[in-house]
């Protein structure tokens, strides 16, 4: 007896679906620094989207049509949290619940031991199914830039990805391995990079790298503002202008994501250098090996500046 249209149109299609790959996540990062973490995390499953362009300040953006329906269409959106990304806070509330937002900033986990970042991450590499978490202190909301946060940055995500997409967990796990590795790689690469410059004094633009300074160690005298949203005062700026010409400082550095007509006018007759920071990676792409690029490229830019030619 002939079998019939629909019953070899069901097996067809379920032979097909047995055998075709499983559909990735779609997945969207609110800014660069998260994109390259979850890039090294989701590497060979899926890619994550970036929402907030790169030379934009995530501090004050305000989303497109277009960007606004690039979040409704993910399946998980990775950000840092209100104190950061401000205006993505209503918007992402406004979600449907089949949406899972994480703010990884928020999440509460038990604070862990402050040993060196090589001392955690052999730590972790020894123990990798021992939960191994700490909470960020001081709300400092740039924590991809303390590479000790970033690890945890990168197990949460790993946790987070096994948890929605449970077929590719091993590959996420095996993944934040590698990341560890070579992380505490690049580590050990930047103490020594900027040991030979961490007692010279220097200024940025926002106070935005408090984790990084004091991972390495870093001579850091002040900032212009504490946030980008304030512009800093004129006896503020006065107090800055003095120092520098005491030769307190030896470099200023500007952001990308701000004008450096403010750097430039402030250091104008003085013997200091000017550099530019970029907390975002903005130049970077979003690959496995995006994050140490980050690192790297922040290091150097403090080496360069800073170093007593």
Known sequence: ??????????????????????????????????????????????????????ASSPHD????????????????????????????????????SSTRVVALAEQSEESAPQ?????????QLQAPSQEHNHEHSGGEPHI???????????????TILSEEDPAHSADYQKNLGHFLAQLNHYDLKLKALLDPVKNLGYFVFHDAYQGFEQHYGLNHLGAFTLSPERRPGARHLAEIRQQLLNHQAVCVFSEPQFP???????????????????????????????????LMELGLSFQRCLEDN
Request: hydrophobic share 45%; net charge neutral; proline share 9%.
């Open 144 to 158: 991809w830039l303390d590479p000790v946060h970033a690890a945890e940055l990168a197990r949460k995500i790993a």
């Open 61 to 96: 953006y305000q989303l497109r049509p277009s960007e606004r329906r690039q979040l409704e269409q993910a399946e998980l959106i990775f950000w840092i949290g209100p104190k950061l990304e401000m205006s993505l806070a209503k918007v992402l509330q406004q979600l449907p």
């Open 1 to 54: 007896m002939p079998k019939s249209p629909y019953i070899l149109y069901t097996l067809t299609a379920l032979i097909m679906s047995l055998s075709s790959p499983l559909q990735a996540l779609e997945i969207t990062t609110s800014i660069k620094p998260l994109q390259l973490l979850v890039a090294s995390i989701s590497e060979g499953v899926s890619r994550p989207t970036l929402l907030i362009p790169g």
């Open 115 to 123: 040993l060196p970042l090589h001392a955690q991450l052999q730590a």
């Open 260 to 294: 450096p007509s403010l750097v430039s006018n402030l250091i104008e007759g003085t013997n200091v250098r000017q550099a530019q920071l970029d907390p975002l990676g903005i130049a970077i792409e979003a690959d496995a090996n995006g994050y140490y690029r980050l």
